[in-house]
């Protein structure tokens, strides 16, 4: 099933309504009753200094979303963050980087106008010149709950890379390399190794798994791994093998 919603599709200079498969999902109600996996298939992660990985660069989001512009809302948090959800904000890719601010407020204006959220859905978002942008308000170093990923929304950091990337597309080096930063710092945090699998809850039954099921999946995986859609694109999904490499490089992992 795809994940299609009736909502904006970008073109150049334009606005036009359409079908877009917008590459996000309704944040979830609370946070799920977790269960503990057995102790030979996922010990418990405790927080060590010994796989940080530094932060990237993050422009903050008053850089694209003015104050005025901003809806006031509160954040929820759900520590720790075990896993990354990787999407596409299925806008075009032919785009000038300077121009991205504009290009997040029309998605901020899609998830939480037209959608009527209490925010934009992901996390962070990526350009294709590999500058990371501040999303969900909340606090970038925070366990912030996004609205990226239904029934996975607890527990993971929700990454958006700004273009389309079905089969075919060309996934810029500088954006591959900016998502690899942000998974080594985001889950080094709580010592995960990018390249293991972890155990989640599912909170929502719109997802690929009832309610309540206990699922395992790659600590850093792409939308259509949890949720019935075709993001991040099979171009950007293709990818994901040697994010999660560079990820835990960057983490000192061997």
Same mark, same amino acid.
């Given at each position: 099933? /795809?994940?299609?919603?009736?909502?904006?599709?970008?073109?150049?200079?334009?606005?036009?309504?359409?079908?877009?498969?917008?590459? =996000?999902?309704?944040?979830?109600?609370?946070?799920?009753?977790?269960?503990?996996?057995? $102790?030979?298939?996922?010990?418990?992660? /405790?927080?060590?200094?010994?796989?940080?990985?530094?932060?990237?660069?993050?422009?903050?989001?008053?850089?694209?979303?003015?104050? $005025?512009?901003?809806?006031?809302?509160? $954040?929820?948090?759900?520590?720790?963050?075990? $896993?990354?959800?990787?999407?596409?904000?299925?806008?075009?890719?032919?785009?000038?980087?300077?121009?991205?601010?504009?290009?997040?407020?029309?998605?901020?204006?899609?998830?939480?106008?037209?959608?009527?959220?209490?925010?934009?859905?992901? @996390?962070?978002?990526?350009?294709?010149?590999?500058?990371?942008?501040?999303?969900?308000?909340?606090?970038?170093?925070?366990?912030?709950?996004?609205?990226?990923?239904?029934?996975?929304?607890?527990?993971?950091?929700?990454?958006? =890379?700004?273009?389309?990337?079905?089969?075919?597309?060309?996934?810029?080096?500088?954006?591959?390399? #900016?998502?690899?930063?942000?998974?080594?710092?985001?889950?080094?945090?709580?010592?995960?190794?990018?390249?293991?699998?972890? /155990?989640?809850?599912?909170? @929502?039954?719109?997802?690929?798994?009832?309610?309540?099921?206990?699922?395992?999946?790659?600590?850093?995986?792409?939308?259509?791994?949890?949720?019935?859609?075709?993001?991040?694109?099979?171009?950007?999904? =293709?990818?994901?093998?040697?994010?999660?490499? #560079?990820?835990?490089?960057?983490?000192?992992?061997?």
């Amino acid at each position: 099933m /795809r994940d299609l919603r009736v909502a904006r599709r970008w073109v150049p200079g334009a606005l036009v309504t359409g079908l877009l498969l917008l590459c =996000a999902t309704a944040v979830d109600p609370a946070p799920p009753h977790r269960s503990e996996p057995p $102790a030979a298939e996922a010990p418990v992660r /405790r927080a060590s200094s010994a796989h940080r990985a530094p932060p990237p660069s993050v422009v903050p989001r008053e850089k694209w979303l003015p104050d $005025a512009g901003q809806r006031r809302v509160r $954040a929820r948090y759900a520590p720790p963050v075990e $896993a990354a959800f990787v999407h596409h904000t299925n806008s075009p890719n032919a785009y000038d980087c300077a121009d991205v601010p504009r290009i997040i407020r029309k998605v901020y204006a899609a998830q939480a106008g037209g959608r009527h959220w209490d925010d934009i859905g992901y @996390n962070f978002l990526v350009d294709r010149c590999g500058t990371v942008y501040e999303g969900r308000a909340g606090g970038t170093g925070r366990p912030v709950v996004g609205a990226h990923a239904q029934g996975f929304n607890h527990h993971t950091v929700g990454i958006a =890379a700004i273009g389309v990337f079905t089969e075919g597309a060309e996934v810029p080096k500088p954006m591959r390399d #900016a998502i690899a930063a942000l998974v080594a710092w985001k889950l080094g945090l709580a010592d995960v190794d990018p390249r293991s699998t972890v /155990r989640l809850v599912s909170s @929502n039954s719109r997802s690929k798994y009832p309610k309540g099921t206990s699922v395992r999946l790659n600590a850093v995986s792409g939308h259509s791994d949890g949720y019935s859609t075709q993001c991040p694109g099979a171009a950007l999904a =293709a990818e994901l093998p040697a994010i999660r490499k #560079a990820a835990a490089r960057l983490q000192g992992r061997r």
